[in-house]
């Protein structure tokens, strides 16, 4: 099992930058795919970017692609996100979860633990 808290999240102007960081305890981080998810007021949860238990896989929702970056980094049990040219858009709160799978799956259900979450807010 494995504890996730997140961290980073605040207010920023549209066109700004976040790193999020998400911190796992008990079991390694490494024996586990990362995710980032994000639910916005009033919205399903989505998938935004999943990192593989190596790093080497990277997967992104079309609407963040090329403004966020997802890395690990396994000896800090920490995996990152970092959010470039933010819009109102990207205000949600962002989740971290952790996936026994060995690839780095995009699906709500193939995550079995996740983070309370840190709200994201981008002003116009």
């Known amino acids: 099992q494995v504890q996730l808290v997140e961290s980073g999240g605040g207010l920023v102007q549209a066109g700004g930058s976040l790193r999020l960081s998400c911190a796992a305890s008990?079991?390694?981080?490494?024996?586990?795919?990362m995710g980032w998810f994000r639910q916005a007021p009033g919205k399903e949860r989505e998938f935004v970017a999943a990192?593989?238990?190596?790093?080497?896989?990277?997967y992104y929702a079309d609407s963040v692609k090329g403004r966020f970056t997802i890395s690990r980094d396994n000896v800090k049990n920490t995996v990152y996100l970092q959010m470039n040219s933010l819009s109102p858009e990207d205000t949600a709160v962002y989740y971290c979860?952790?996936?026994?799978?060995?690839?780095?799956?995009?699906?709500?259900?193939?995550?079995?633990?996740w983070g309370q979450g840190t709200q994201v807010t981008v002003s116009s």
């Open positions: 990192v593989s238990r190596s790093g080497g896989r990277v």
């Open positions: 008990g079991r390694t981080c490494s024996s586990y795919a």
């Open positions: 979860a952790a996936s026994p799978n060995t690839a780095a799956p995009t699906r709500r259900y193939e995550y079995a633990y």
